[in-house]
C-alpha cells in the first residue's frame, strides 16, 4: 500500500504495533506456562500485562 503521507505511514506503524501486540499476548501464556522458574512465569505474566495495557492505547487511538 503506498503511503499518501506523513498521517498515512504514522497509521501503518501503529497498526505494526497492534500486530505485534497481539501476537506477543497470544504467545506469553504458553511461554509462562512452559516455564519452570517463578520468576520467568511471573515476569512473562507482567509482560502480558503490559502488553494489553499497550493494546488498549492503541485501541484508543485507532477508535479517536
Known amino acids: 500500500m503506498p503511503l ?3 498521517k498515512d505511514l504514522y ?3 501503529l497498526a505494526d504495533l ?3 501486540e497481539m501476537q506477543i499476548i ?3 501464556p504458553r511461554l509462562a ?3 519452570r522458574a517463578r520468576e520467568l512465569r ?3 505474566k507482567k509482560h502480558g500485562d503490559q ?3 499497550h493494546l488498549e492505547r492503541l485501541d484508543l487511538i485507532f477508535t479517536h
Do not use: K, M, V
Open 26 to 28: 497470544r504467545t506469553l
Open 42 to 44: 511471573e515476569a512473562l
Open 4 to 6: 499518501a503521507s506523513l
Open 11 to 13: 497509521f501503518d506503524e
Open 51 to 53: 502488553s494489553r495495557l
Open 18 to 20: 497492534y500486530d505485534a
Open 33 to 35: 506456562e512452559a516455564a
